[in-house]
């Protein structure tokens, strides 16, 4: 079993900058990929940026060069980051964190970014 807690949604300006960070526990030595995806309202569930074996990131086109996805490790908690600058009012979704394991996908609650002025 893994656990997977997101925060650091908000409300943000056209333009800001904002951290989501992703707590993960549990059986982390299980984890395989970690990743970002989002949920705008009447929108299917999108892959934001997806970390590949700890090795390279994938991003989807919307976000290459605004965003970045960085992950550590500590006191057996992995930790994935996603530093979201020159965030624009399209990027305003539900963020959530997913961990592809040895034995199955699991999900967290979700985060929410809503960037408006």
């Known amino acids: 079993q893994v656990q997977l807690v997101e925060s650091g949604g908000g409300l943000v300006q056209p333009g800001g900058s904002l951290r989501l960070s992703c707590a993960a526990s549990g059986s982390i030595f299980s984890i395989i990929d970690l990743g970002w995806y989002r949920q705008a309202p009447g929108k299917e569930r999108e892959l934001v940026a997806r970390?590949?074996?700890?090795?390279?990131?994938?991003?989807a086109d919307s976000v290459k060069g605004r965003f970045t996805a960085s992950r550590d490790i500590a006191k057996n908690t992995m930790y994935l980051h996603l530093q979201m600058d020159s965030l624009k009012p399209e990027d305003t979704a539900v963020y959530y964190c997913?961990?592809?394991?040895?034995?199955?996908?699991?999900w967290g609650q979700g985060t929410r970014v809503t960037v408006s002025s």
């Open positions: 970390i590949i074996s700890g090795a390279y990131t994938n991003y």
């Open positions: 997913n961990a592809a394991c040895s034995y199955g996908d699991y």
